[in-house]
């Protein structure tokens, strides 16, 4: 009896889709499509999402100014005005003219175009006067926004500032009080509802105008009524000055409005046809420019708590890894929400952004700028009361305590890690020394000093003229 083989069975479809030379190849193709997207959930799981820093919706509409109340049209006009000079024309002339150097050819250039210009001054003088300013709405505001108009203020107000001069030597101080006027709401009005950059120009004209405005009050022969007029004005402009946290708020609004700026920096136009269609997909693949915002978010949210408060209240510098953001430690006895991230992850989080490489978060010096700035505020405001002084008593005061009636009103040194009063040193009827320690917050004793920011002590040294 024969037996007859079995025939062999036949391969379902299913072995041989299960056949280790078809599955180990897809296994390999699946794998390396999915990696780069694993990768992208890795870097993105550095650092949960923070959500809005503060109310964007709140904020844009706060800081729209309507065209009504905006200089900048008037602004523009005044600059419209000005003539073509016909040489090189020098307006940085103003501390020398106010130094008492002698005029040479070259300064009575500028002092000529200053005087010939004098439509465009009184146009510009007048638009100072308006009560807000913008140059861009902070809807479109992005790392491309020109500000033309914000960085024309250096001219004028260097142009006040001969102004000043002219009037101050023909006997007018009346006169010369309204340009370094003029040059201090100018500095407010171009803080107002912009970026750092606004910040620093500002920041740039209100030094200007403070180290001239004490030049003067060594000189000046205004009554004692008008000197407290021209306090009073010193001090409502002054309240203009913006918080700093609206500065980091326009900031954080730059960086949303300007990803395809900032890619533009990775990948620019230059970048071969065949690379600038792939390397789009590797920045997606590193988590960006989602990442960029979850970090910038955590900065802003960071910052916000402690920057509008005086430097010697803030607490200290984070210190882990390079501390590329700025951020504070977070003080012991405060509680946070949990949502708010420890520096620690937060700077992990950024080391690993490309684009927050490039995103120009500059916190650190920029709030030593506008530290200083305060400080200097402080000590013009001091110096003028300690000039009032003089005039009801004829000589300038023992102690500060004279001047202020009550210990609350005593001038704080930001700049003194306990906050102290500013130092005060009379040396003569006439003649006194007024100082902060300065941004290093060590007390020299108040040599040499100057209202720059790299002085040793941020101070005024007062020699009144009879």
């Known amino acids: 009896m024969t037996t007859k083989n079995p025939a062999p069975k036949s391969n379902s479809g299913w072995h041989r889709l299960l056949h280790p030379w078809f599955v180990i190849p897809v296994m390999i193709v699946v794998l390396l499509i999915a990696a780069p997207f694993m990768y992208r959930s890795y870097k993105l799981s550095l650092i949960s999402d923070p959500g809005e820093p503060f109310d964007v919706a709140a904020f844009i509409s706060e800081h729209t100014v309507p065209d009504s109340d905006n200089a900048l049209a008037p602004f523009r006009n005044a600059h419209a005005l000005l003539t073509t000079p016909t040489g090189d024309i020098d307006t940085s002339i103003g501390t020398d003219l106010w130094d008492g150097v002698a005029i040479d050819e070259k300064m009575q250039s500028a002092i000529d175009y200053v005087k010939d210009n004098e439509a465009a001054q009184i146009a510009w003088e007048k638009a100072s006067h308006m009560p807000d300013f913008s140059e861009v709405r902070p809807t479109a505001i992005d790392y491309n926004s020109l500000l033309e108009t914000t960085q024309n203020t250096r001219e004028f107000a260097r142009m006040c500032v001969i102004r000043a001069w002219i009037a101050s030597e023909n006997g007018n101080d009346a006169e010369a009080a309204k340009w370094l006027l003029c040059n201090l709401r100018t500095s407010r009005l171009v803080e107002l509802h912009g970026c750092i950059i606004n910040r620093l120009v500002g920041i740039a004209l209100h030094n200007m105008s403070s180290e001239t405005i004490v030049k003067w009050l060594d000189r000046q ?202 130092n005060y040193v009379k040396e003569g009827p006439l003649h006194y020394r007024l100082w902060s320690v300065g941004a290093d917050g060590i007390d020299s004793g108040g040599v040499n000093l100057t209202l720059d920011r790299d002085a040793v002590d941020l101070g005024i040294e007062m020699i009144r003229k009879p």
Request: hydrophobic fraction near 35%.
């Open 221 to 422: 022969q205004l009554s004692q009524s008008e000197l407290e007029q021209f306090l009073n004005e010193v001090q409502a402009i002054q309240q203009m000055t913006p918080p700093i946290s609206d500065h980091i708020k326009m900031e954080y609004l730059m960086v949303l409005h300007s990803e395809e700026i900032l890619q533009g920096e990775v990948f620019p136009s230059s970048t071969p046809g065949a690379a600038k269609a792939v390397l789009p997909w590797a920045f997606y693949f590193q988590g960006e420019p989602e990442l960029l915002f979850r970090v910038y978010g955590h900065c802003v949210s960071n910052n916000l708590r402690y920057v509008d408060l005086p430097k010697y209240k803030r607490p200290s510098r984070s210190s882990h890894g390079s501390n590329i953001c700025y951020l504070f430690e977070k003080p012991i006895t405060e509680s946070t929400h949990p949502s708010n991230l420890s520096p620690e992850k937060i700077e992990l989080a950024a080391e690993s952004s490309v684009l927050f490489q490039l995103a120009y978060y500059q916190t650190g010096s920029f709030l030593e700028a506008v530290d200083l700035e305060n400080m200097r505020i402080r000590l013009l405001e001091t110096a003028i009361q300690l000039e009032i002084y003089r005039k009801a008593n004829g000589e300038f005061p023992d102690t500060l305590s004279q001047v202020f009636t009550s210990t609350d009103q005593l001038p704080i040194d930001d700049l003194d890690a306990k906050g102290a009063i500013l």
